[in-house]
Structures are given as structure tokens and as C-alpha cells.
């Protein structure tokens, strides 16, 4: 089972900027997928994005262009920066990596207040 360690989240102002990470305790697979769920008080944890072991990028179309997701291979790590942020109720981002098995991470809060 590969344990994921999230870090980044915290409080925000709404317009500003925060970069999210999660680390890996390994990747070994050649083939693998990780990525970004958000879930808000009272909905459905949704995908917000998610990168291959080949490089490639997906989001959702309610983020694309203001939360690029990127890989930090020296630290085994996937890289998710939140821009313009919205005001909202404090949300949860949770990391996933998928291969044979399924792991996730603690998730990591998200607050976008002034």
C-alpha cells in the first residue's frame, strides 16, 4: 500500500494563491496515476485534476487554467497550485494514487476567507 502525505492547505484570501503536495512513499510502477479530489461541506467528493506517470494532465472544466497540476519526480510528489481562489466553506483536497491498489491521502483543509 503506498502511504501519501498531503501538505499546503490552510487559510487563504479569496483571489490569492495556494500550492498543494503530496508525496509518495514510493512509485515504482511504470504506470500509474495520481491526482486531486476536493470535497465542500454537504456535496460529493469530485475530482479537481490528475497526472499520468506519462506526464499527462486532466481537470475538471470548473478549475482548468487556474489549478495546474504538475510532478515532482525527485520527491516522488504531484504538485497542485490553486490560483484565484474563491470565497467558500472550507473544502478538504485529497490526494489518490492509483496502480494495483487504490491509496489515499489524509486530505488537507482548504479555506477561502477574508
Known amino acids: 500500500q503506498v502511504h501519501l502525505v498531503e501538505s499546503g492547505g490552510g487559510l487563504v484570501s479569496p483571489g490569492g494563491s495556494m500550492t498543494l503536495s503530496c508525496e509518495a512513499s514510493e512509485r515504482n510502477p511504470n504506470y500509474w496515476l495520481m491526482g486531486w479530489y476536493r470535497q465542500a461541506p454537504g456535496l460529493q467528493r469530485k475530482l479537481v485534476a490528475d497526472?499520468?506517470?506519462?506526464?499527462?494532465?486532466m481537470y475538471n472544466d470548473s478549475v482548468k487554467g487556474r489549478f495546474p497540476i504538475s510532478t515532482d519526480n525527485a520527491r516522488n510528489a504531484v504538485i497542485l497550485q490553486l490560483h484565484t481562489l474563491k470565497p467558500e466553506a472550507p473544502a478538504v483536497y485529497s490526494c489518490?494514487?492509483?496502480?494495483?491498489?487504490?491509496?489515499w491521502g489524509q486530505g488537507t483543509q482548504v479555506t477561502v476567507s477574508s
Open positions: 497526472i499520468s506517470s506519462m506526464g499527462t494532465p
Open positions: 489518490t494514487f492509483h496502480h494495483s491498489q487504490e491509496s
